[in-house]
């Protein structure tokens, strides 16, 4: 089975503007996930979709948003950039999210913020 | 809240020497979930282990083992005769179950491993 991808692999933004990043899960994973991953933050959850619904969301403003389509595929979206969203933007998949099972990550889209 | 320390900011060995990666937890579940992954440089996270619970047997794999031990909430990792291809950051992780069922990790702040040849 094909693994977790992401796209791009890399992005560079202004401040101001927005940007879409997408993940595509493993196949037949309903469940994906999005963490943030900072030097002096370390890796945080940002949000979870389950069957096109987001089930829960970390502590993220409201310019961090998401949607999850009917076949899995997932995209975040950051508006109004600043400086500080420059970080790895990693996404998970899993097949129901339940808490014993693994979640296996992408190669994560590297956001720079100028 | 749920919370995971990694001690050890980085490790610097020598190539064939043994290097355990420390990791402890706290949780108020009864019921919780550890995992490990490794970081090399191109950014994945790669899976390594999962571990519940209710089972603190410990568990080897090839080089890797991991010694699991509720009583000192720990879950520490050891690689035996490291190798160079195991240098990468790694990173220890609790489930949490949050509302409807869904799960996040809770990540350690990792530990930068580098072996030298």
């Known amino acids: 089975k094909a693994g977790v991808t992401q796209t791009p692999r890399y992005l560079i933004k202004t401040r101001g503007q927005q940007v879409t990043l997408s993940c595509s899960p493993i196949?037949?994973?309903?469940?994906v996930s999005w963490y943030q991953q900072t030097p002096g933050q370390g890796l945080q959850f940002l949000f979870e979709?389950?069957?096109?619904?987001?089930?829960n969301k970390g502590n993220f403003p409201g310019r961090f948003s998401g949607r999850q389509f009917s076949n899995s595929r997932s995209e975040m979206n950051v508006s109004t950039l600043e400086l500080g969203d420059s970080a790895l933007y990693l996404c998970?998949?899993?097949?129901?999210?339940?808490?014993?099972?693994?979640?296996?990550f992408g190669p994560g889209t590297r956001l720079l913020v100028l | 809240a749920q919370k995971v320390t990694q001690a050890q900011t980085e490790i610097s060995v020598v190539e064939k020497e043994d290097v355990t990666l420390d990791c402890v937890y706290e949780?108020?579940?009864?019921?919780?979930?550890l995992f490990w992954y490794k970081q090399p440089p191109s950014g994945e996270l790669v899976f390594l282990i999962r571990?519940?619970?209710?089972?603190?047997q410990n568990e080897i794999s090839g080089r890797y083992s991991w010694n699991f031990q509720k009583s000192t909430s720990s879950f520490n990792f050891t690689i035996t005769a490291s190798q160079v291809v195991d240098s990468a950051v790694y990173f220890c992780a609790l489930s949490e179950a949050i509302n409807q069922g869904a799960q996040k990790l809770v990540f350690g702040q990792g530990t930068r491993l580098t072996i030298n040849p």
């Open positions: 979709y389950f069957s096109e619904t987001q089930r």
């Open positions: 998970a998949s899993s097949l129901w999210a339940r808490r014993q099972e693994t979640q296996y």
């Open positions: 949780t108020r579940d009864t019921t919780y979930y």
């Open positions: 571990r519940n619970s209710f089972d603190e």
């Open positions: 196949s037949g994973h309903r469940s």
